[in-house]
């Protein structure tokens, strides 16, 4: 281990940006995002008038977009929870998933030994918002409320929320947090406590529509504008912000093919002790101590450094020692070292400031751009008279290289002089096309998934802007992320394209749907009269597994057939043979084997097998029962014996077997030769008796439809076919099968372990085809899912037929008479499986390409106000009769009782349960458990409910069942 460490993903909000990369965008083209407030923005705030006229007030400030909003319900919190926390734990929270996302860890995997180190700013929200509120206190109980306050427990939380196993550390080191919680994670990582940590901090100062009284010579700049290092600096600005690094071992993050954005080659940490004129003053010792110790870590000498990210905080003196201690340690290189602050882009971002220097600083390696110093007038003289190695950039610039490794540092010192610097160095830069890569134009899966139907569809929303955004992305890359790298949630879609445009399209149309838990994937093999040529090309020639399975069930055949059966199934049948009986079945089974093979090693898992006529055949072998080789002779023979039947037709009936027996009169030369559907049924007997029938019923009004078939399968007249064949099938070794198999003779389900009787294939041939019997006990496993595999969808459609069939999902795998060149039916069919709830192998189904992991648009939380709006003052006298601390949401009323929680003491605890959890739906029958309640809330819950009863109510028989009516009867008790 070489003591490297990579950054591997990145998440925040800056004040004009509401991610990374429109972060970076901003700081390229020098742009600044520091808000000046209107007057009546800051009147509406509710800063006073006065203050307003006062001289020195400054209207600035870097600000946030809604940090009022939150997704509660994601993390699991009750909206009671999440409007009396800390607004700096909320975001960090959300942060810290999209970090993890970016990273591509955010997986259906549990997360593992994650460390997680951040900090926070002060916390106005807990002053101004929630200790403000006369009875929360109270109601919520002072450790509910602490625990989302203070900071101790910002990063256990993050911890707690996601499933983190690591270190979870809170640091809190004034400006420079969010920098030393960098370091304290790499030193993690070293020592082996994390193999992952998120490092980071937050400051949400509120409210932020608010600006400052200017004090002259004080930190805060007079005109609400921050330009570090410039002749006319005179201080800096306030902003808010929350941001999170991810950090591996660098050989762990090449082993896994992480994008590396930046590597840390070492960092520093120190204070400047008494050595200086004040606490809040910087020092220049301890400043020179930390950069000198912290280029020695990383073994590499200043000099080689192209872009320094100082602390510069555009004050008078805090510039000029920083300056001076740089030029202590950093000499002269090949070129200038280009000197640069993001507080002049977004203002003073307290604990938050260093990681989103750090953050500038890790993209700039990455994009190999060395970003300008926002509005830069006139450089300090010290960085234009050539006394220091250090220049400023007020445009950007491409960072060209010598051949050295681009490197640039970090800087950030905390108020009470906790300095830190860390040194970076090149990771991995633009991505550049893989020559291994996917050809363009072939179809991939895009799958998206979100806790709720709406979060899918934001989802779909934004990943079409982005892509409509992004057109040179491959969109094999996209397909890779989102299936392997991202967690996937109940409610999803899936849409199969060629490129993003036709992406983009399919999006906006999508079907979401719920995925079932544990589905039962029945697979559905159909029979002859469903093929077309070149039904197996796009598998043939995309897959190399299919394409082995075709290739040896090929030689096997040719010699049996007299024609290579790969002529048929990959090319345009040339010699119009395919579909002749004894040439459709064997090279019908072989292509639906394949793919029933495929589809296995894609980790579909199905519970039961059906085939319908010579369909059982090939889910028999997939079963296990058969030989693969076994089963295609077999079926070979069979196609030959009912070739050389009598001749004979076949005819499509849309009425029940029992509505058809008195049209049957007479014609006693005809069978039923399946039943499909309730209303479909199959007639096969010699062709002078089904015209008679046809003229019956067309006299009689009933549909029917002639099938192309020149024999009578599944009659009388296969009797002698099927005696003949049973004596080769019984010589056939009969092995246990390892997956249940549905039988199409009586319905019965025939389970794992057991093979079928002597004689069952010869039956199977003269008996009618129970295809609808079969369906109805598929139909009647836990949560089924239908998938047709082969040519057509006849199968499914019938299923959909029956009415326990209509509401449960049947997807075809290759539902057209014409083959898609690359196999995107199939490819569509899979995704629409996913979308129910069956397990893909994401890995297997890609196989071995060049398609890489990209950035992408992270998961969309719900915009959901928590607040707690600032309580008006309470009065001195209150009215008689009044009682402020009876409102237990510190202002909101307790609703009597809320809609379906009924009248008396159920009621009453209904109400008390909505105001304590904040949840609206809380019904007589609602499990505390089930909308976010835990163990604290349960104890302060039944300790308000004892005290406002007088009773005493047994914690463990509640907890078995805790309900506002077993309460109830507990109280009543």
């Known amino acids: 281990m070489n003591g490297d460490i990579a950054i591997v993903g990145m998440a925040g909000r800056f004040p004009g940006a509401a991610d990374v990369w429109q972060y970076w965008s901003n700081l390229a083209a020098g742009r600044i995002t520091i808000s000046s407030l209107t007057r009546s923005e800051l009147l509406a705030a509710g800063v006073p008038a006065d203050r307003l006229d006062d001289p020195a007030y400054v209207p600035a400030r870097g600000m946030l977009t809604d940090p009022e909003l939150f997704d509660a319900a994601f993390f699991g919190i009750t909206p009671r929870e999440a409007e009396t926390t800390d607004p700096q734990h909320r975001l960090l929270m959300q942060t810290a998933w999209a970090a993890l996302e970016s990273a591509g860890l955010a997986t259906d995997a549990p997360f593992g030994r994650v460390g997680v180190f951040a900090g926070a700013g002060f916390n106005y929200y807990a002053l101004h918002h929630v200790f403000a509120r006369p009875g929360l206190v109270d109601e919520q109980g002072l450790l509910s409320v602490v625990l989302g306050n203070e900071k101790d427990h910002l990063a256990a939380k993050i911890a707690y929320r996601l499933g983190l196993g690591g270190p979870a550390v809170t640091v809190q080191t004034a400006c420079s947090t969010s920098l030393v919680a960098v370091h304290l994670a790499a030193q993690s990582l070293r020592a082996g406590d994390s193999d992952v940590a998120l490092a980071g901090g937050a400051c949400v100062a509120v409210p932020q529509h608010s600006g400052y009284l200017y004090e002259t010579k004080g930190i805060l700049s007079a005109d609400g504008a921050c330009r570090p290092f410039d002749a006319t600096a005179d201080g800096t600005v306030p902003g808010n912000g929350v941001a999170l690094v991810v950090l591996k071992r660098a050989e762990d993050a090449r082993r896994d093919g992480d994008t590396v954005y930046a590597v840390i080659k070492g960092s520093a940490v120190n204070n400047d002790g008494s050595l200086k004129v004040g606490y809040t003053a910087p020092g220049i010792a301890g400043q020179i101590d930390v950069l000198t110790r912290a280029y020695a870590a990383a073994g590499v000498a200043p000099a080689t450094v192209g872009y320094l990210e100082a602390h510069g905080t555009a004050t008078e003196v805090g510039d000029a020692i920083e300056l001076s201690a740089l030029a202590e340690v950093f000499t002269r290189g090949a070129r200038p070292c280009s000197l640069g602050s993001v507080k002049a882009n977004v203002g003073h971002l307290d604990a938050a400031a260093g990681v989103a220097g ?65 040194v970076l160095e090149e990771g991995d830069g633009p991505a550049v096309p893989d020559p291994t890569a996917p050809p363009e134009g072939r179809t991939e899966l895009v799958v998206l998934s979100g806790r709720t139907p709406e979060a899918v569809r934001a989802a779909a ?56 838990r544990q589905p039962s994937v029945v697979l559905l093999f159909p029979g002859q009269g469903t093929e077309f040529p070149g039904m197996s090309r796009g598998l043939y020639d995309r897959y190399p597994s299919f394409r082995a399975d075709l290739d040896q069930g090929a030689r096997l055949l040719t010699p049996i057939l007299g024609l290579d059966p790969r002529e048929a199934l990959v090319d345009e049948d040339p010699h119009d043979v395919l579909h002749r009986t004894d040439v459709t079945q064997p090279v019908l089974a072989l292509h639906e084997l394949a793919l029933g093979r495929l589809l296995l090693s894609w980790g579909v898992r199905p519970a039961a097998l059906v085939g319908h006529s010579v369909g059982e055949f090939a889910a028999a072998a997939l079963a296990g029962e058969l030989a693969g080789d076994d089963m295609l002779r077999l079926v070979a023979t069979r196609g030959r014996l009912m070739q050389d039947a009598p001749a004979g037709g076949m005819l499509a009936v849309l009425i029940s077997p029992p509505a058809l027996t008195p049209h049957l009169a007479g014609l006693d030369e005809l069978d039923v030769a399946a039943r499909n559907a309730p209303d479909l049924t199959v007639v096969a007997g010699p062709v002078a008796q089904l015209d ?16 192309p078939a020149r024999h009578a399968f599944h009659s009388r007249m296969m009797a002698d076919a099927a005696r003949r064949f049973g004596i080769e099938a019984d010589r056939v070794e009969r092995r246990p099968r390892t997956v249940a198999v549905i039988s199409t003779v009586d319905g019965a389900l025939l389970g794992k372990g057991l093979s079928r009787p002597a004689g069952y294939w010869a039956s199977q041939l003269r008996s009618p085809v129970g295809y609808h019997d079969a369906v109805l006990t598929a139909l009647g496993l836990p949560d ?9 969808s006849a199968l499914t459609g019938a299923a959909r037929q029956t009415p326990q069939g ?46 890489r992991r990209v950035a992408l648009p992270g998961y969309p939380f719900a915009p959901t106000r928590h607040w707690l709006d600032v309580a008006p003052p309470v009065p001195d006298d209150p009215a008689p009769g009044s009682d402020v601390s009876a409102s237990p949401a510190g202002g909101k009323d307790v609703p009597a009782s809320p809609a379906g929680g009924g009248n008396g003491l159920v009621g009453e605890l209904v109400a008390l349960w909505t105001a304590l959890l904040g949840a609206p739906e809380i019904g007589p029958d609602t499990n505390f458990f089930a909308v976010g309640g835990d163990s604290l809330l349960l104890i302060r819950m039944i300790s308000q409910v004892q005290r406002r009863y007088g009773v005493r109510v047994p914690i463990d028989t509640l907890t078995a069942d805790a309900t506002p009516r077993v309460l109830a009867g507990l109280v009543s008790a």
Request: hydrophobic share 45%.
């Open 461 to 516: 929303e934004q990943l079409g802007e982005h892509l409509r955004q992004r057109p040179d992305l491959p969109l094999a890359d996209v397909a890779r992320t989102l299936q392997s790298y991202r967690r996937h949630f109940p409610h999803r879609l899936a849409v199969a394209a060629r490129d993003l445009a036709e992406t983009v399209a399919r999006l906006r149309r999508a079907p979401a749907r719920a995925a079932a």
């Open 692 to 707: 008679a029938l046809r003229e019956r019923l067309t006299g009689a009004g009933v549909h029917w439809r002639a099938l």
């Open 806 to 851: 209509r509401p449960v999902p049947g997807y075809a795998l290759q539902p057209r008479a014409t083959a898609r060149p690359d196999a995107g039916d199939v490819l569509a069919g899979i995704g629409a499986l996913w979308t129910a709830g069956v397990g893909v192998d994401w890995a297997a189904l890609r196989g071995d390409t060049g398609s």
């Open 784 to 792: 089924p899912v239908l998938v047709e595999v082969g040519p057509g």
């Open 358 to 422: 750090l953050i500038k600083a890790a993209l700039a390696l990455h994009f190999r751009q060395i970003p300008p110093l926002a509005g830069l007038k006139q450089a300090r003289p010290e960085l234009l008279d050539g006394s220091t190695p250090f220049t400023v950039d007020a445009v950007a610039r491409p960072w060209q290289t010598d051949g050295t490794p681009r490197r640039a540092g970090v800087s950030a010192f905390g108020l009470g002089g906790t300095n830190v610097h860390v």
